[in-house]
């Protein structure tokens, strides 16, 4: 079995940042592509950023210029770095990773999210 944890959500003004940080663990030959995913009140989960193992990145438009996407896979930890913050970013924020198990098997798998409020 393999385990995501989120850490570093929290409450934080206007223009202000975070870092989020997301652990690995379990049952892990290897981790493929990682992301960062939210859900806002009322919305569907929708895409933030994605890092393929070889660091190639993707952003939503929305965080592009805003967030940073990166990884460090000795320590199987996915990071988001988020600057500029907009009462817009409030939401659950999940961590995802394609992972391949010991027996090549890949499968997705999620965190359980960690809130980010961005609010005066």
């Known amino acids: 079995q393999v385990q995501l944890v989120e850490s570093g959500g929290g409450l934080v003004q206007p223009g202000g940042s975070l870092r989020l940080s997301c652990a690995a663990s379990?049952?892990?030959?290897?981790?493929?592509?990682m992301g960062w995913y939210r859900q806002a009140p009322g919305k569907q989960r929708e895409l933030v950023a994605t890092i393929t193992r070889d660091g190639s990145t993707n952003y939503a438009d929305s965080v592009k210029d805003r967030f940073t996407i990166s990884r460090d896979n000795a320590k199987k930890l996915v990071l988001l770095q988020m600057n500029s913050l907009k009462p817009e970013d409030t939401a659950v924020y999940y961590c995802?990773?394609?992972?391949?198990?010991?027996?090549?098997?890949?499968?997705?798998?999620w965190g359980q999210g960690t809130q980010v409020t961005v609010s005066s």
């Open positions: 379990g049952s892990i030959f290897r981790l493929n592509t």
């Open positions: 995802n990773a394609a992972v391949t198990n010991s027996y090549y098997n890949t499968a997705l798998y």
